[in-house]
């Protein structure tokens, strides 16, 4: 039996700007001195958000399923957001018009949102397994497909899989979507329906490889105008460090 979900939203891709558990590294670093976060730390909104951040933060590290070589790889993509992400994420908001403490707010709540994807990520690049991995779609150097697959019921050979796709057509002017749907993979192939329309999605997996294709009736109503996630997909290791 074939099911499928559908994950609302847009993908935001170039949004990879995270944040950091201050108190895991002693303290905020780069942008913010130890003046202005001592100060704003002061601010209930922000506190909150840091503290929501820590807690997550040291759930993952506890209970996230990763193995040493993958808590490294977390650990040193948080170090990379706290010297450029954070910054980068706070300085676009206060172009938008936010204060520099709503924008840092916003930065540390949208990392503790975004660390459980993260983890789950470095996991399936870790643990690689038949079908199960992430996998990356690049065209003309430049990434713009996503799939995670993970097993759901290995041994009924049913999988999870969320992919995600963008189409960029100016540097300001970025479509994206979103597409989630499972199933039993069958002889290497799963094919599964579109919630939304009347189409489907068939993942052909072969060693490191995934060759995506939708029926000529898909229609994703989380999808932007002219994006899709047809394509080839190679799987991902960890990096190397």
């Not at 470095?122 to 003309?140: K, T």
């Not at 579109?194 to 490889?209: H, L, P, Y």
Request: glycine share 12%.
């Amino acid at each position: 039996m074939v099911r499928s979900s559908r994950l609302l939203g847009l993908f935001a891709a170039f949004a990879v700007c995270s944040a950091l558990c201050l108190g895991a590294l002693a303290g905020p670093a780069a942008g913010l001195s130890d003046a202005e976060y001592r100060e704003m730390v002061e601010d209930p909104d922000f506190a909150k958000s840091d503290k929501r951040l820590n807690e997550v933060w040291s759930g993952l590290l506890k209970e996230g399923g990763l193995s040493k070589a993958g808590i490294r790889v977390l650990k040193a993509d948080q170090a990379q957001w706290v010297r450029k992400g954070r910054d980068t994420q706070a300085k676009i908001l206060m172009e938008g018009g936010s204060t520099a403490l709503e924008a840092y707010t916003a930065a540390t709540r949208l990392r503790a949102d975004e660390l459980p994807g993260i983890a789950r990520r470095i996991f399936l690049q870790d643990r690689p397994d038949g079908p199960q991995g992430y996998y990356v779609r690049r065209e003309n150097g430049r990434e713009t497909g996503w799939l995670s697959v993970r097993w759901t019921d290995k041994k009924a050979g049913e999988v999870s899989v969320d992919a995600e796709a963008i189409l960029v057509l100016r540097p300001d002017n970025v479509r994206s979507g979103l597409w989630s749907g499972g199933g039993a993979v069958q002889k290497g192939v799963l094919k599964a329906p579109d919630e939304e329309g009347e189409g489907s999605a068939t993942f052909t997996f072969k060693g490191d490889r995934v060759q995506v294709a939708t029926s000529s009736d898909f229609a994703s109503g989380s999808m932007g105008m002219g994006v899709t996630i047809e394509g080839t997909y190679v799987r991902q290791g960890l990096p190397k460090l």
